[in-house]
């Protein structure tokens, strides 16, 4: 039996809020939209998710807006900015748009795409088209009030020409006052996939579900979800421009008395949510089942309940669909989409995340390549493969402090490889830490004597070993 008295007395709920918040919500889905740009059909269901979502957390949720123009999508806009200000200081506003959005590649504009755009990439598709910016312009006259900013947008399915146009958002500046989410990375695509809602407004429809998390939380726990559920094919990224916490759905109240024992909800919620240990978590619900705890533990049982037993993530053979195209390295996109099938079925497999990380390092995409190689070292902490591969993935990025500490934790998982302290001093000697590269180099060529790119670098420090 465990010992939950003592671990688990920090079930501690933070107190009612002092006053109830108005919470108004804003739904925009944009899914008829003509051939030419390239139909979708999940933003209906995506709004009706999300939006049944929010009225069960307490938002007043306006009329949802279907196949929206652009003067449709700015007077919407504005009502809600209207309704904001009539509702006084701290007021909570959530926009949620699902549909299209691109980037113009010559000036690095983001625009959502109304319904009645034609001609992709021409200048009257851009005319016709709503620059994000305009719609964040007049969120800001709603001053007091906190914004939620959610473009579930940039889709797999929008046909534009890629030399004039990116189907990917590019960043943007930090909004005072608002949080902004992106579905997915900047200048990645979202999937429409999914029988009732894609990817993203499931898991922000699941999280509006569970009370008592402020809004980083919230939305790093969505960002989890979805990165897990399309196997780290779509990334969310966020902005906060907020300077205190909000809670969405309301702080969590406890379903009978806990003892204060100084130790925040928060704790709660990561056991649950990384815990892999089923038996801890039937005894979390045998000792806290009736707090607001209880349904996320129980959701939490059952997901590791259906995963398939297998054998230590790094050592096992891929198996299953998807496993022949992940292991081959000659056709890069084909492994990408061999490892992507693999982990939607297998999300805890390390050596598939590393496999599919070095055929996008092999595309010159760093930032995919090391998200990658992250989740593989996340689910297996000792994977010194993957913390070289990283390492080699920060440094030719120009991260050296990062490439450093990795090919340090290469080294200490696995200190036989002549390429990790290889790696090291060469990322030491960039950084100007020449006698710690010097170190680096004779420690490799004291493991592999024929290593002649050690030897060049012990040369360029004018050593003659």
């Known amino acids: 039996m465990m010992r939950v008295a003592a671990a688990f007395l920090?079930?501690?709920?933070?107190?009612?809020?002092?006053?109830?918040?108005?919470?108004?919500?804003?739904?925009?889905?944009?899914?008829?939209?003509?051939?030419?740009?390239?139909?979708?059909?999940?933003?209906?269901?995506?709004?009706?998710?999300?939006?049944?979502?929010?009225?069960?957390?307490?938002?007043?949720?306006?009329?949802?807006?279907?196949?929206?123009?652009?003067?449709?999508?700015?007077?919407?806009?504005?009502?809600?900015?209207?309704?904001?200000?009539?509702?006084?200081?701290?007021?909570?506003?959530?926009?949620?748009?699902?549909?299209?959005?691109?980037?113009?590649?010559?000036t690095g504009v983001n625009y959502l795409i109304p319904v009645n755009a034609r001609e992709p990439g021409s200048a009257a598709f851009w005319d016709e088209s709503l620059k994000l910016d305009d719609v964040l312009k007049l969120l800001e006259g709603a001053q007091a009030a906190a914004k939620f900013v959610v473009f579930d947008a940039c889709r797999n399915e929008l046909r534009v020409p890629t030399k004039s146009t990116s189907k990917g958002f590019v960043p943007v500046a930090e909004q005072h006052g608002m949080f902004i989410a992106y579905a997915s990375a900047a200048g990645r695509t979202a999937s429409d996939e999914g029988a009732r809602g894609g990817p993203y407004a499931t898991a922000l429809a699941r999280e509006l579900a569970r009370p008592g998390l402020d809004h980083v939380s919230f939305f790093q726990n969505v960002k989890e979800s979805v990165f897990t559920r399309t196997g780290g094919a779509q990334q969310p990224w966020e902005s906060n421009g907020l300077f205190r916490r909000v809670y969405l759905t309301?702080?969590?109240?406890?379903?009978?008395?806990?003892?204060?024992?100084?130790i925040d909800r928060d704790q709660a919620a990561t056991f649950i949510r990384e815990t892999e240990d089923q038996a801890r978590l039937e005894e979390f619900i045998r000792q806290f089942g009736d707090t607001p705890f209880g349904p996320m533990a129980r959701a939490r049982l059952e997901e590791l309940r259906k995963l398939p037993k297998t054998t230590p993530p790094t050592s096992a053979r891929l198996e299953s669909d998807g496993a022949a195209d992940c292991e081959q390295s000659e056709d890069y996109d084909r492994r990408?989409?061999?490892?992507?099938?693999?982990?939607?079925?297998?999300?805890?497999?390390?050596?598939?995340?590393?496999?599919?990380?070095?055929?996008?390092?092999?595309?010159?995409?760093?930032?995919?390549?090391?998200?990658?190689?992250?989740?593989?070292?996340?689910?297996?902490?000792?994977?010194?493969?993957?913390?070289?591969?990283?390492?080699?993935?920060?440094?030719?990025?120009?991260?050296?402090?990062?490439?450093?500490?990795?090919?340090?934790?290469?080294?200490?998982?696995?200190?036989?490889?002549?390429?990790?302290?290889?790696?090291?001093?060469?990322?030491?000697?960039?950084?100007?830490?020449?006698?710690?590269?010097?170190?680096?180099?004779?420690?490799?060529?004291?493991?592999?004597?024929?290593?002649?790119?050690?030897?060049?670098?012990?040369?360029?420090?004018?050593?003659?070993?």
């Not at 999300?50 to 957390?57: C, E, H, P, W």
């Not at 999508?73 to 926009?95: K, Q, S, T, Y």
């Not at 702080?251 to 204060?260: I, K, Q, Y």
């Not at 992507?340 to 092999?362: D, I, M, V, W």
């Open 336 to 465: 990408i989409r061999g490892c992507t099938e693999f982990l939607r079925r297998n999300p805890q497999h390390s050596r598939a995340y590393n496999y599919r990380g070095n055929a996008f390092a092999k595309k010159e995409d760093a930032g995919r390549a090391i998200a990658d190689y992250t989740m593989a070292i996340q689910n297996d902490p000792k994977y010194a493969t993957a913390y070289l591969n990283r390492a080699i993935a920060f440094a030719r990025t120009g991260e050296y402090a990062k490439a450093i500490a990795d090919y340090g934790k290469a080294i200490e998982f696995d200190p036989s490889r002549a390429a990790a302290y290889r790696g090291r001093a060469t990322a030491l000697l960039r950084s100007n830490r020449k006698n710690e590269a010097m170190a680096d180099f004779r420690k490799a060529l004291s493991i592999d004597p024929s290593d002649q790119r050690s030897k060049d670098g012990l040369r360029s420090l004018g050593v003659t070993r």
């Open 250 to 262: 309301g702080e969590a109240r406890p379903g009978r008395d806990v003892p204060l024992d100084g």
């Open 10 to 106: 920090w079930l501690t709920l933070l107190p009612s809020e002092a006053l109830a918040q108005a919470k108004i919500a804003l739904l925009i889905g944009n899914q008829a939209y003509d051939p030419s740009i390239g139909v979708l059909k999940n933003p209906y269901n995506d709004i009706a998710l999300v939006g049944d979502a929010l009225k069960g957390s307490g938002f007043e949720v306006m009329p949802l807006v279907r196949d929206a123009r652009r003067s449709t999508i700015l007077g919407e806009v504005r009502e809600l900015v209207r309704r904001l200000n009539a509702a006084g200081p701290g007021a909570v506003g959530f926009l949620y748009y699902s549909g299209h959005g691109a980037a113009e590649a010559d």
